[in-house]
């Protein structure tokens, strides 16, 4: 409702006003370029690559936070298969993100209740604000939406976040079970955020390659990465990288007994789906698996989404054994259903079947 | 001008604000408008109904036979200072009470009430509830709300298509007012302090009309003919539990009922502006709707059902989540008892605190039948495994907020005026 009055306040003074809406309307098209053209099924450069201004951390129990923001700019949302493009608002002034991880184990936290009000002098600009799970090549998982603030000035921001929704295990297996609120103070001005860094890539946009993690705070906070394969605990058993996974690089791997927290005796078998060249994980997807030994048909699962902090974010079922030599195929019944920046779109959607030689 | 504007503000949005806002000017502003025209209530309260929910029979239906709830809602809550409430003050509830009904017939346009006792109330008493009766305190149903727990004593709903009959009930009950449509009223006794207002409405054309509050975006997306903000129709009569079902079988308090409200919040931007109206009807109905085209406009083409049980969405609820998106009343189906829905629905969309707003009000015969509904309506179960987060693409939990919540009993007439844990 801001914004009406706004504009209905600034009709008064006619010149002021619209010199007011073409910068603004100037910086947000030169800063949204047009989507790369024949976009790969697959993770890709995208037309742009924004920094971020960092707000502050805070903590709250075992969790800790980060709030941040860039400029306001298209996503993507995902339900089932379908992926539609959320544009940017008028009234949209940042891109609001919010990074959460464990202050134990330093495990980044993909997915949660995560909800944001945003006051100022006591007035309400943002209520509740449910902020999406998201993807984002440069500042990996994080939960984040474009939002209206008021203009510069200092804002109160309230998170309220959790409990993990995810199984937690290992180190974690009796932790962020919990709800906890945290409040930061937010010094928005528009200068500074015009001040973000932002580079147009001409000359890469659209190749199958991504930007790499930026990193927040110098190297002070968690980038919530994976760990790479052959540092996967266990007995890393194969992967798969293809046109069926719709890029994501999935590995396997076997815990001769499962993590902390997970019932059930025999063979703990991981799988890991992750974002190429950035490691990131991809939460919410409805996984399955069969084990496949000498033709017999000895496990079928459905895997089970978890947070444990050695193998990170991953999909996970209990079965008897596993061999050298056993086929395992794995079934997608829906595709990470993660909002996603520009560059990850088209990537994880259309994903198929595969199968794997263990 | 056109007679039903006046200085740019509709005639229905102007007595939904007065509502909101109350007071005499509010109450003679909404009467000047509106003027209803009606008969007066029963001299003989003995013609009422024996339950004081029982309003089905005095609502107006639609041409599929659905119930339509009155258009103007408020639920005023009281504390009650005397501990016990004595015989005297029971006494002046009752009469303040049948005053008012004398006023206004029991229907849609007149009267509609129910007064109900929190357990805040009965703990005053040296004895407890009887076990026909389950009435905990209210608490957090799901793992990531944090609702505060109702603290008043009493809550009176007072419901009527006309806005100025619900201000001037609540008035005529605060001693503000001498008569109401022409017959003298009296005022509850002084022990009674009135704590909270809730106001709101329900019903095509009112949410579009309020709709320029904190949660909806500016873009004015509430459609004209939607009943409540999220732009649907609910209330389908298949989806709603009976009078019967809802009401207290045995003990002191057989033919009441319980009530559960809750203070929900609503933030639509995402839902207006970002999702589209497949993720619109697959989250509010379910995922077979959005698929198959079912539900047109705001779902008057759907009948006297949400065709949620003819489609089999509950039984397919767990493929639904593990295919990435579920319904909420796909999710909430699954509460059936023999087949029948568990609770009443009697909520209300409200613009109390300038943020929209709804105050789920629902009846059932066990608070417990609310919280079973509210499981599974929650989906956690279908979120442990499947691709649905605990709020996200899992019906509408991504756009609520549960601010607060209260239980209270609504006990058979005979007993609705300050009643003892186990009334004689």
């Known amino acids: 409702m801001r914004r009406r009055r706004f504009l209905a306040a600034a009709g008064g003074s006619l010149a002021l006003s619209t010199a007011g809406c073409q910068g603004l309307l100037q910086s947000e098209t030169t800063r949204t370029p047009p989507l790369v053209e024949n976009r790969p099924d697959a993770v890709y450069v995208p037309s742009h690559i924004e920094g971020m201004e960092m707000v502050g951390t805070e903590t709250s129990g075992r969790y800790r936070f980060a709030l941040s923001y860039s400029f306001p700019h298209r996503f993507w949302l995902v339900t089932s298969d379908r992926v539609r493009k959320v544009d940017i608002g008028d009234e949209h002034s940042v891109h609001l993100m919010l990074s959460a991880w464990d202050t134990e184990t330093e495990t980044v936290i993909p997915t949660s209740s995560a909800a944001v009000t945003v006051t100022r002098d006591g007035d309400t600009v943002l209520s509740d604000r449910r902020l999406w799970s998201m993807l984002s090549q440069n500042m990996g998982v994080h939960f984040g939406d474009n939002v209206a603030l008021d203009g510069d000035g200092t804002y109160e921001v309230r998170v309220n976040f959790g409990p993990v929704e995810t199984r937690r295990a290992g180190a974690l297996a009796d932790a962020l079970d919990d709800q906890v609120e945290a409040t930061l103070s937010l010094a928005f001005s528009q200068a500074t955020l015009d001040g973000v860094s932002y580079e147009r890539l001409p000359d890469r946009q659209g190749q199958r390659d991504a930007e790499a993690p930026m990193g927040m705070l110098g190297e002070r906070l968690p980038t919530g990465q994976v760990p790479p394969m052959a540092q996967l605990p266990g007995t890393v058993r194969g992967d798969v990288r293809e046109t069926a996974t719709g890029d994501a690089h999935v590995v396997v791997t076997t815990l001769s007994a499962p993590p902390a927290g997970i019932d059930g005796d025999g063979t703990y078998l991981a799988v890991s789906a992750r974002t190429p060249y950035n490691r990131y994980p991809l939460p919410f997807m409805s996984l399955s698996a069969t084990l496949t030994r000498r033709g017999e048909t000895i496990a079928s699962s459905d895997l089970t989404a978890t947070l444990e902090p050695d193998l990170g974010y991953h999909y996970g079922a209990v079965v008897d054994s596993v061999e050298s030599g056993d086929t395992l195929d794995l079934t997608v019944a829906a595709p990470p259903q993660i909002a996603r920046h520009e560059g990850y779109e088209t990537a994880f959607v259309g994903m198929d079947a595969v199968s794997l030689t263990l | ?424």
């Open chain 2, 1 to 424: 001008m056109n007679p039903s504007r006046n200085g740019g503000v509709s005639r229905r949005a102007f007595v939904k604000s007065a509502v909101a806002i109350g007071g005499t000017a509010a109450l003679a502003a909404c009467t000047s408008r509106e003027q209803p025209a009606l008969q007066t209530g029963p001299d003989d309260p003995a013609t009422l109904p024996t339950r004081q929910h029982a309003w089905n029979d005095s609502l107006r239906t639609d041409d599929h036979g659905n119930d339509v709830p009155p258009r103007h809602h408020a639920f005023v809550q009281f504390d009650v200072t005397e501990t016990p409430p004595s015989d005297a003050d029971r006494s002046a509830v009752e009469t303040a009470l049948r005053s008012v009904e004398r006023a206004y017939p029991h229907s849609n346009e007149g009267l509609l009430m129910t007064v109900g006792y929190s357990p805040s109330y009965f703990s005053r008493f040296g004895s407890a509830l009887p076990d026909s009766v389950d009435l905990p305190e209210p608490q957090a149903l799901a793992p990531f709300e944090s609702p505060e727990p109702e603290t008043a004593d009493m809550g009176v709903h007072i419901a009527s298509d006309y806005g100025s009959v619900v201000l001037g009930v609540e008035q005529a009950l605060r001693g503000e007012r001498e008569q109401l449509n022409g017959v003298s009223v009296s005022a509850f006794p002084e022990t009674l302090t009135r704590t909270e207002r809730r106001t709101g409405f329900i019903g095509e054309g009112l949410p579009a009309d309020h709709q320029d509050v904190e949660g909806i975006p500016d873009s004015d997306p509430v459609p004209e003919d939607a009943p409540l903000y999220m732009g649907f129709e609910s209330g389908f009569s298949k989806s709603q539990a009976s009078e019967d079902r809802v009401t207290i079988s045995d003990g002191p308090f057989a033919g009441g009922t319980t009530q559960q409200l809750s203070k929900i919040r609503l933030d639509l931007q995402q839902w207006y502006e970002q999702d589209d109206r497949y993720h619109r009807v697959a989250t509010m109905f379910c995922p077979a709707h959005a698929e198959a085209g079912t539900v047109e406009g705001a779902g008057q083409n759907l009948g006297d059902s949400n065709q949620v049980a003819e489609r089999g969405c509950p039984a397919h609820a767990g493929a639904d989540a593990e295919a990435g998106v579920v319904g909420h009343a796909q999710k909430s189906a699954r509460a059936r008892r023999d087949g029948e829905p568990l609770i009443l629905r009697r909520d209300f969309d409200s613009t109390d605190d300038g943020q929209a707003t709804v105050h789920f009000l629902s009846l059932q015969e066990r608070i417990g039948d609310f919280v079973a509904t509210r499981s599974l309506m929650n989906g956690s179960d279908l979120a442990e495994d499947g691709a649905v987060g605990q709020r996200t693409n899992n019906g509408i939990l991504q756009y609520m907020t549960v601010e607060r919540r209260g239980n209270y009993l609504v006990p058979p007439r005979s007993h609705r005026a300050l009643p003892t844990p186990n009334p004689a």
